[in-house]
């Protein structure tokens, strides 16, 4: 599969209350926060869109008080991997 560009219609981001050079910035790391939400994504690949690294990501997250997608038997195999010293 290839990049995709998503077209915007200029009177919505005349409207969005954002200076012109953060726009693209925003729509992205809005776009993979929304895909996170909604479980479409998983965290890596959201903080990839996002154009964001992994700490960037989780302040944001925090900072939004948007759940984390971990069960138990993620922290189980956490838990496993940590054990093992690797």
């Given at each position: 599969m290839s990049d995709i560009t998503i077209?915007?219609?200029r009177?919505?981001?005349q409207a969005l209350r954002l200076p012109p050079d953060a726009v693209a910035v925003e729509l992205?790391?809005?776009l993979g926060v929304a895909l996170?939400?909604?479980d479409i994504l998983s965290s890596g690949k959201a903080a990839a869109l996002a154009?964001?690294?992994r700490w960037e990501w989780e302040e944001l997250l925090g900072a939004r008080k948007i759940r984390r997608?971990?069960?138990e038997g993620d922290l189980d195999?956490?838990?496993g991997y940590a054990g093992r010293g690797e």
């Amino acid at each position: 599969m290839s990049d995709i560009t998503i077209r915007v219609p200029r009177d919505i981001v005349q409207a969005l209350r954002l200076p012109p050079d953060a726009v693209a910035v925003e729509l992205q790391r809005e776009l993979g926060v929304a895909l996170y939400q909604r479980d479409i994504l998983s965290s890596g690949k959201a903080a990839a869109l996002a154009g964001m690294n992994r700490w960037e990501w989780e302040e944001l997250l925090g900072a939004r008080k948007i759940r984390r997608h971990y069960a138990e038997g993620d922290l189980d195999r956490d838990i496993g991997y940590a054990g093992r010293g690797e």
